[in-house]
């Protein structure tokens, strides 16, 4: 079974430059999120669709920040304007969480993209 | 707000110890806990998941416990061998299939 993809691996951009972020979850996943790492700290959820709907971006810098997640397949996160904050790993997982259990909870990480911003 | 905390940050030992990583927790109405892998430059693997209703998991050398009243998960890493090397990280969910809220991480050295 394939995993979660994720691309690019790696991006450096000046600050005030705009960079975006593609994720193809692991076929059949309904619920794809985005996490932000910053260096040393654990990640923390940008923003969770459920199949292509919106469930959780309260954690997403809408100013900043989108994302999209078209057919409810493929996801993209766009950053524009970057800021010198934004430099992180950004991970994309996908789970099945349609019901209780520990197979459907689990949620499967992408390599992630390591953003430098300068 | 759920805060999970873990200790030590960091941590090495020799080949062959057996060793235990702490998380804990500041909200004990979780619904489940999960153990993660991370290795330098890659994502994250999951390594074990635990229901609130479950007392601990296994997997080969792994062991996870978890104790929900006091706000308290160990994992147990038997006969540590280098590839064992790599952050461990624990995270909680709100309610199933939500947002996980992660600690810190133990980074963990096996020498050779």
């Known amino acids: 079974e394939a995993g979660v993809a994720q691309s690019p691996r790696y991006k450096i951009i000046e600050k005030r430059q705009s960079v975006a972020f593609w994720c193809n979850p692991i076929?059949?996943?309904?619920?794809l999120y985005w996490y932000q790492q910053i260096l040393g700290q654990g990640p923390k959820l940008l923003i969770q669709?459920?199949?292509?709907?919106?469930?959780?971006d309260s954690q997403l810098p809408k100013d900043r920040f989108s994302a999209e997640r078209l057919k409810g397949v493929d996801s993209t996160l766009k950053i524009q304007p970057a800021k010198l904050e934004d430099s992180a790993v950004y991970l994309c997982?996908?789970?099945?969480?349609?019901?209780?259990?520990?197979?459907?909870?689990?949620?499967?990480f992408g390599p992630g993209t390591r953003l430098t911003v300068l | 707000k759920q805060e999970v905390t873990q200790i030590p940050a960091a941590l090495s030992v020799p080949e062959g110890e057996n060793l235990v990583l702490n998380c804990s927790f500041t909200?004990?109405?979780?619904?489940?806990l999960q153990w993660f892998r991370q290795d330098p430059g890659k994502g994250l693997t999951s390594l074990l998941l635990?229901?609130?209703?479950?007392r601990e998991q296994t997997s080969g050398r792994l062991n996870a416990s978890l104790d929900k009243s006091s706000g308290r998960s160990t994992l147990y890493i038997a006969a540590s061998q280098p590839g064992d090397s790599a952050t461990y990280l624990c995270?909680?969910?709100?309610?199933?299939?939500?947002?996980?809220?992660f600690g810190e991480g133990t980074q963990l050295t096996v020498n050779p």
């Open positions: 997982a996908s789970s099945l969480a349609r019901s209780s259990s520990p197979d459907t909870d689990t949620q499967y």
């Open positions: 076929s059949g996943h309904a619920t």
């Open positions: 669709f459920q199949n292509n709907g919106v469930v959780d």
């Open positions: 909200d004990s109405a979780i619904y489940n």
């Open positions: 635990i229901q609130s209703s479950q």
């Open positions: 995270a909680v969910p709100e309610t199933s299939g939500s947002r996980l809220t």
